[in-house]
C-alpha cells in the first residue's frame, strides 16, 4: 500500500458545469526503498527495488457524475490515454491505469470528502495507490486571497482500497496570491503554495500500519470566472513508513515532479 514494489479576482466556486473536463499530465517519479526484518537485518528481497523510476504522461477526464443529497459533486476521473517509462525518453509503454477509473466525492471548492473504487487502481502493474496525489492535482482546494496576500488551507484526502486498507492524507499549505493574469482569453489567479504533508493508514493485506510526512511546493491557476483549475505544477517529497506485525520495516522516500493542465471543456 502506497509503495511501488515492482485572490484578487477569484470568485467562490460556481455550480461545477456538466460534460467533462479534459487535463493533460506528466508525472516524474523515482523511489528509494530499505527494508530490515525483526532483527534488523536488511531485507535481501528489496535489494533489487532500493532505486526506481517511473514516468506517466497522458491524458485524464474528470465527468460530472450526479450531485449527493448536500450539494458535493461526483466526478468520475478516468486514466484515458496514459503512457509509463522508466525515464522522460522512454521506451513508453501503456499504463496499468488506462482505462481505469475512481469516483471523486467533492465539495464546489474542490475539498475531497469520498472516493469510491479505488481498487481498481491498486497493485502491480497499476500502482494507483503510488499516484494517489494526482487527486488532489486535479482537485486542490484554493482559498480565496487578495493579490499580495497569504492565507493557510487544511486539505484532505482519503484513498481507502477496503474497509480495513487505506490511508488518509492531510496538507496544510500557505497560499500566496500573486493577482490575476489574461491568458488564452480568459482572467486566471495564479497562486503559490507550500505545505506540509501528513497520513496514517493500515495495509490489511500483510497486517502493517502505515505513517507517511512530507512536504509540497507549488502553483496552481484558477479561472477566475468560475474557479475551475486550469493549472497546476508541483513538487511532492514523502517519506512511507511500514511496520509489520512480523517485526519487518520498509521505508520508501518518493520524489515527484507533477504538472496538469487543463486542455478542453464544455
Known amino acids: ?24 499530465v506528466s508525472v516524474a517519479s523515482s523511489f528509494e526503498t530499505v527494508g530490515t526484518d525483526a532483527d534488523g537485518a536488511p531485507l535481501g528481497a528489496l535489494q533489487d527495488l532500493a532505486h526506481q523510476d517511473l ?16 450539494d458535493s459533486i461526483g466526478w468520475r476521473v478516468v486514466f484515458d490515454e496514459l503512457d509509463e517509462g522508466p525515464s522522460a525518453d522512454g521506451p513508453w509503454r501503456e499504463s496499468g491505469l488506462e482505462g481505469r477509473s475512481v469516483e471523486l466525492r467533492t465539495f464546489d471548492d474542490g475539498q475531497i470528502l469520498a ?9 502491480a502493474p497499476r500502482h494507483g495507490e503510488v499516484f494517489d496525489l494526482l487527486l488532489p492535482m486535479l482537485s ?18 482519503p484513498f481507502q482500497v477496503s474497509s480495513k486498507s487505506g490511508l488518509r492524507s492531510t496538507l496544510v499549505a500557505e497560499y500566496t496570491s500573486n493577482g490575476t493574469r489574461s491568458e488564452s482569453g480568459s482572467r486566471r489567479v495564479e497562486l503559490d503554495y507550500a505545505g506540509k504533508l501528513e497520513a496514517e493508514g493500515h495495509d ?4 502493517g500500519e502505515l505513517a507517511m510526512n512530507g512536504q509540497v511546493t507549488g502553483t496552481v491557476w484558477m ?25 519487518a520495516t520498509i521505508t520508501q522516500d518518493q520524489h515527484f ?6 486542455v478542453d471543456t464544455p
Open 55 to 70: 514516468h506517466l504522461r497522458g491524458t485524464v477526464v474528470m465527468t460530472r457524475s450526479r450531485t449527493f443529497r448536500d
Open 257 to 262: 515532479q507533477v504538472a496538469a493542465t487543463l
Open 204 to 207: 490489511n493485506r500483510l497486517d
Open 1 to 24: 500500500m502506497l509503495f511501488l514494489l515492482s485572490c484578487a479576482g477569484l470568485q467562490n466556486a460556481a455550480p461545477a458545469s456538466s460534460g467533462a473536463r479534459v487535463y493533460s
Open 115 to 123: 472516493l469510491s473504487d479505488a481498487a481498481h487502481w491498486t497493485g
Open 223 to 247: 479561472r477566475a470566472s468560475d474557479a475551475v483549475m486550469v493549472r497546476h505544477d508541483a513538487t511532492w517529497e514523502r517519506q512511507v513508513v511500514a511496520s509489520y506485525a512480523s517485526g
Open 140 to 157: 486542490p482546494t484554493v482559498p480565496v486571497v487578495s493579490e499580495g496576500d497569504t492565507s493557510f488551507r487544511r486539505s484532505s484526502w
